[in-house]
C-alpha cells in the first residue's frame, strides 16, 4: 500500500436554496451546501502493527479499530430558514483518504437509526474521496442534539491521522509499537511511550480551531488541522551499515597509522601497494556487512563481517612482519576499534556525544604513542620511538 496517511473526518451536510439575481435582472434559486460539524467527538483507535517479509525487506502495516462516538446540536443561521432547505438531500458524511484501508462495511448509528455508508460525497468542498449516506430530518429536529457512534477497521501502512473537525473533540491513540512518531499540525497533550507500546492522546475546542461548527462554505484547508502518528521504523540493516560507513575514514586512518608506526619501529617497510592492500580489505568490510545482514540478524552480521576481516589484515601482518606479538596488537587494536562503532551504532540519543568523547581519546593516544618519532627520517636510523 506504500506509505499511506489514512485521515478521517466526520461532518454533516443540507442543501439549501436561496434567492438571487442573475445577470439579466431576474431572481433565480441557487443551491448552496450547509455543513453541520458534530459540537462533540471522541474517537479511540488501537493500532496493531504487523511486519511483513517481502523478498529481503520488511514492510511495516498496521490494522487499526477506531470507534467514534459524538452529537450535532442542529442550529441554523440566522439568515437561513428552515423552509429553504432540502431536507431530502441531508447526508451524514466521513472522509477517507483511502478506501484501500477499510476493512468492513462502515455502519453509523444516527439518532437511533442504522445507517450504512457508501463510497461518494455530495460535494468537493467537503473532501476529495469519502462515504455518505442519506439520513432521515425533519423540522422539528432542529434545536436539538441528534448523537451518533460507529466503528471502523482499517488497515494501512506506517501512518494514521485524522483531522478534528467538531466543536469539541478528544482523540486517543494506542499501540503495541514502541517507536512511535507524533507528527502533523498537533502533538498529544498527553502521551506514554514504553517498550510495550504508547498512548496518546489529543484535545481540541472551540477557542482553538478556527471555525465554527455550522459553516457555509469551507474556506480554510482541512489538511492543515489533520494530526497523527507515524509508526517509525528502528534503524535497519541498511541504516545501520550506513552509520558504520561515516566511520570509513576512521577505519582507514587508523590502521593505515598503526601500519606505518609498527613499521618504523620494526625498521622493515610497508610497501604502497600494502597498504592499497589493507585499504581494500577495509573497504570490503562494509559490503561483507550489508550482504551478510540481510540473511542474518545486523549483530551477528557485524560480528562476522568485523572477524573476517580483522582476521585477514592481522595475519597479514603476520605475513609481513614475521611476529604473532605483531599480529596480536593488530586484532586487538583493530577489535577494539570495530567494537568502538558497534557501541555507537547501536546508541540512539548519546552516539554523537559517545562518539565524540572516543574519537577525541583515541587521537590522543595515537599522539602521545607517536610523538617521539622522527617522521623525517625514511631511511629508519636513528629514530627514537617511546612506546606506552
Not at 462516538?69 to 442550529?75: A, H, M, S, T
Amino acid at each position: 500500500m506504500g506509505n499511506t496517511a489514512n485521515r478521517y473526518r466526520a461532518l454533516a451536510l443540507h442543501s439549501y436554496t436561496i434567492n438571487a439575481t442573475g445577470t439579466d435582472g431576474k431572481i433565480e434559486k441557487l443551491q448552496r451546501h450547509l455543513i453541520l460539524l458534530p459540537e462533540n467527538l471522541n474517537v479511540t483507535a488501537n493500532m496493531v502493527p504487523e511486519e511483513r517479509p517481502r523478498s529481503i525487506y520488511k514492510v511495516l502495516l498496521y490494522k487499526s479499530t477506531a470507534t467514534a462516538k459524538g452529537n450535532f446540536i442542529l442550529q441554523l443561521p440566522k439568515d437561513i430558514d428552515t423552509a429553504s432547505l432540502q431536507l431530502n438531500e441531508a447526508r451524514i458524511c466521513m472522509g477517507v483518504t483511502d478506501f484501500k484501508g477499510i476493512e468492513e462495511k462502515i455502519a453509523i448509528n444516527f439518532n437511533g437509526s442504522i445507517i450504512d455508508l457508501l463510497p461518494g460525497l455530495p460535494s468537493k468542498d467537503i473532501d476529495s474521496n469519502g462515504l455518505s449516506a442519506t439520513i432521515n430530518l425533519s423540522t422539528d429536529d432542529f434545536n436539538k442534539t441528534a448523537a451518533f457512534d460507529m466503528s471502523l477497521k482499517i488497515k494501512g501502512s506506517e501512518q494514521l491521522h485524522f483531522v478534528p473537525l467538531a466543536g469539541n473533540s478528544n482523540f486517543n491513540i494506542q499501540s503495541t509499537w514502541s517507536n512511535p512518531s507524533f507528527d502533523g499540525n498537533s502533538l498529544p497533550g498527553e502521551r506514554e511511550v514504553t517498550d510495550n507500546g504508547f498512548n496518546a492522546k489529543w484535545t481540541f475546542n472551540k477557542a482553538n480551531l478556527p471555525f465554527a461548527t455550522t459553516l457555509k462554505d469551507f474556506n480554510f484547508k482541512k489538511d492543515d488541522f489533520a494530526f497523527g502518528v507515524t509508526m517509525v521504523q528502528p534503524a535497519d540493516q541498511y541504516a545501520k551499515t550506513m552509520r558504520s560507513v561515516k566511520y570509513a575514514i576512521l577505519f582507514i586512518g587508523l590502521t593505515f597509522c598503526l601500519f606505518f608506526i609498527v613499521e618504523l619501529m620494526q625498521k622493515k617497510a610497508f610497501h604502497p601497494v600494502q597498504y592499497v592492500l589493507v585499504g581494500i580489505a577495509l573497504i570490503i568490510f562494509f559490503t561483507l556487512l550489508l550482504s551478510i545482514s540481510e540473511f542474518l540478524l545486523f549483530d551477528a552480521a557485524y560480528l562476522i563481517a568485523s572477524t573476517a576481516t580483522v582476521l585477514l589484515i592481522a595475519l597479514y601482518a603476520k605475513g609481513h612482519f614475521a611476529s604473532w606479538k605483531t599480529a596480536g596488537v593488530f586484532a586487538g587494536i583493530l577489535g577494539s576499534l570495530y567494537g568502538f562503532i558497534f557501541i555507537l551504532i547501536r546508541l540512539e540519543d548519546t552516539a554523537l556525544l559517545v562518539g565524540s568523547i572516543g574519537l577525541f581519546a583515541v587521537l590522543a593516544i595515537v599522539m602521545y604513542v607517536s610523538r617521539k618519532i622522527n617522521w623525517y627520517n625514511p631511511t629508519f636510523q636513528n629514530t627514537t620511538i617511546e612506546t606506552v
